[in-house]
Nanobody
């Protein structure tokens, strides 16, 4: 089992950057695939990016490719999401999620552990 806590959200102007963190508890963190999702007001939650257990494989949504970068440090039980060139339409609550597997999947129903989310607001 793993517990997830996101941090790093805030208010940023369009074109700016934020770095989100997902801190995990549990000694088997290195066995988990981690995904980042976001949910804007009135919209469904959508996949942003995922990273496999080793950090050697990543999968980005087309909308964030080239602007967002995911990384993980298994020694620190942490995953980071660097977000650059942010757009107002990316205002949302950002969640990290986990599943004990070595496969990255973009479907939120596949993940069985979730953090509480962190608010990202991008002003125009």
């Amino acid at each position: 089992q793993v517990q997830l806590v996101e941090s790093g959200g805030g208010l940023v102007q369009a074109g700016g950057s934020l770095r989100l963190s997902c801190a995990a508890s549990g000694r088997t963190f290195r066995d988990y695939t981690i995904g980042w999702f976001r949910q804007a007001p009135g919209k469904e939650r959508e996949f942003v990016v995922g990273i496999d257990w080793s950090g050697g494989s990543t999968y980005y949504a087309d909308s964030v490719k080239g602007r967002f970068t995911i990384s993980r440090d298994n020694a620190k039980n942490a995953v980071a999401l660097q977000m650059n060139s942010l757009k107002p339409e990316e205002t949302a609550v950002y969640f990290c999620a986990a599943r004990r597997t070595r496969t990255i999947v973009a479907d939120e129903s596949w993940y069985n552990y979730w953090g509480q989310g962190t608010q990202v607001t991008v002003s125009s």
